[in-house]
């Protein structure tokens, strides 16, 4: 089943910047990957938020335990 990496970038000041969406293979790559995205904004000014979600929860089928939706 597809898991979906979804990425809430913001300022420093708490302000929203962007959100990316990434498609994966599983909930184990999703995890993997956000560690990769991760790295990319090391050091830098934004802060972000991770969240691996189902393609139930993603597609809006089913909510995901403890995860709200967007």
């Known amino acids: 089943m597809s898991f979906w990496l979804i990425v809430y970038l913001f ?9 990316d969406v990434y ?3 599983g909930q184990e ?3 993997k990957f956000a ?3 991760a790295r990319t904004i090391i050091n830098s000014r934004l ?5 691996c979600v189902s393609d139930d ?3 809006g089928r089913k ?3 403890g ?3 967007d």
């Open 11 to 19: 300022t420093q000041e708490g302000e929203f910047v962007a959100k």
């Open 23 to 25: 498609e994966t293979g």
């Open 29 to 31: 790559q999703c995890v």
């Open 35 to 37: 560690g990769e995205v």
């Open 47 to 51: 802060q972000a938020q991770f969240h």
């Open 57 to 59: 929860h993603y597609m």
């Open 63 to 65: 909510q995901d335990e």
């Open 67 to 69: 995860v709200d939706y």
